[in-house]
């Protein structure tokens, strides 16, 4: 019964939705990759010219701030799900969001393997402990649908688990959306050989390394799986309260440009910023105050070639 709901639900997603991945895909490439592909086939693929990429990301930074500023004025709370393949770019888009916020009131969250004492705890309550406090915005780098992709498609939970967790998601989401809460949820979508080309890469390189895991590379062997279970996942999930933006991450400078661009759409926000301030003068010298000579204090060596 679950199973033929979920059918149902993916026929209404996939031949109905307006506005998702599924638009604009009729074209070469398109038709040139397997059916079972297309999803993940990419549309958005120019580069982008690196002076116009730094001119924009520093035209959307200050926006991001006055977004920011808006949120903590109207004491908003904020969740920001990125989901999606393994090396899609989420790292990079929510570093790039972040990176002129103020870190007190924009957290990114990226748990790890839970715990065995988490293991035995209602599902979602450890995502919940995360959850934004007024004024607050909340990044979660992977999030409570490791159920439906990695959990799944690994076996590391049961099918009596995900099953639930498909009826569960939409009305958790439900809740924190009429507790207050906006929530607002990408999916990041890389084709297979784009990701085969981030993946040698990080192998490469020794600063990224750690980026690749067991489990990144268990991935490729499963594509196909992935697929699915993100095609269930949006059938079960993609409701009007919080439905799934999807991302066309093939060039990740598009990418990050393109979310950010979206986020701010997402929000009627002011530009509430605080005045410039004036540095006030600095008072006199006070001749009772002598500094410590240098010698006694512990210096690092300047190593950097003059």
């Given at each position: 019964?679950?199973?033929?709901?979920?059918?149902?639900?993916?026929?209404?997603?996939?031949?109905?939705?307006?506005?998702?991945?599924?638009?604009?895909?009729?074209?070469?490439?398109?038709?040139?990759?397997?059916?079972?592909?297309?999803?993940?086939?990419?549309?958005?693929?120019?580069?982008?010219?690196?002076?116009?990429?730094?001119?924009?990301?520093?035209?959307?930074?200050?926006?991001?701030?006055?977004?920011?500023?808006?949120?903590?004025?109207?004491?908003?709370?904020?969740?920001?799900?990125?989901?999606?393949?393994?090396?899609?770019?989420?790292?990079?888009?929510?570093?790039?969001?972040?990176?002129?916020?103020?870190?007190?009131?924009?957290?990114?969250?990226?748990?790890?393997?839970?715990?065995?004492?988490?293991?035995?705890?209602w599902y979602f309550q450890r995502y919940a402990a995360h959850l934004p406090a007024a004024g607050e915005i909340?990044?979660?780098?992977?999030?409570?649908?490791?159920?439906?992709?990695?959990?799944?498609?690994?076996?590391?939970?049961?099918?009596?688990?995900?099953?639930?967790?498909?009826?569960?998601?939409?009305?958790?989401?439900?809740?924190?959306?009429?507790?207050?809460?906006?929530?607002?949820?990408?999916?990041?979508?890389?084709?297979?050989?784009?990701?085969?080309?981030?993946?040698?890469?990080?192998?490469?390189?020794?600063?990224?390394?750690?980026?690749?895991?067991?489990?990144?590379?268990?991935?490729?062997?499963?594509?196909?799986?992935?697929?699915?279970?993100?095609?269930?996942?949006?059938?079960?999930?993609?409701?009007?309260?919080?439905?799934?933006?999807?991302?066309?991450?093939?060039?990740?400078?598009?990418?990050?440009?393109?979310?950010?661009?979206?986020?701010?759409?997402?929000?009627?926000?002011?530009d509430l910023t605080p005045p410039v301030q004036e540095l006030p003068p600095r008072p006199p010298v006070s001749?009772?105050?002598?500094?410590?000579?240098?010698?006694?204090?512990?210096?690092?060596?300047?190593?950097?070639?003059?």
């Amino acid at each position: 019964m679950a199973k033929d709901v979920l059918k149902s639900n993916h026929d209404k997603v996939h031949g109905n939705k307006k506005g998702h991945s599924q638009q604009g895909r009729s074209n070469g490439l398109a038709d040139a990759v397997p059916a079972h592909a297309r999803d993940d086939a990419p549309t958005a693929t120019a580069k982008v010219p690196a002076k116009v990429y730094e001119r924009e990301l520093a035209r959307l930074d200050i926006e991001m701030v006055k977004l920011q500023e808006w949120v903590r004025a109207r004491k908003l709370k904020v969740v920001l799900l990125f989901e999606g393949r393994d090396a899609a770019g989420k790292g990079g888009a929510i570093q790039r969001i972040t990176e002129s916020m103020n870190p007190r009131f924009a957290r990114v969250v990226a748990l790890g393997t839970p715990t065995e004492r988490e293991k035995t705890q209602w599902y979602f309550q450890r995502y919940a402990a995360h959850l934004p406090a007024a004024g607050e915005i909340v990044l979660f780098d992977r999030s409570w649908y490791n159920r439906a992709g990695v959990e799944h498609v690994m076996s590391f939970c049961t099918d009596v688990e995900y099953q639930d967790f498909l009826r569960t998601a939409p009305e958790f989401e439900r809740m924190l959306v009429r507790s207050g809460i906006t929530v607002v949820k990408y999916w990041f979508s890389v084709s297979d050989s784009e990701q085969e080309r981030r993946f040698t890469s990080r192998l490469a390189d020794p600063t990224k390394q750690w980026k690749l895991s067991p489990m990144d590379l268990e991935s490729r062997a499963r594509w196909e799986d992935y697929s699915k279970a993100k095609d269930v996942m949006f059938a079960a999930t993609d409701i009007p309260e919080a439905p799934w933006w999807v991302v066309e991450a093939e060039v990740k400078k598009r990418a990050r440009l393109n979310v950010m661009h979206h986020l701010l759409s997402q929000f009627p926000y002011e530009d509430l910023t605080p005045p410039v301030q004036e540095l006030p003068p600095r008072p006199p010298v006070s001749h009772d105050y002598v500094r410590p000579p240098k010698s006694s204090q512990h210096i690092i060596p300047d190593v950097v070639p003059a």
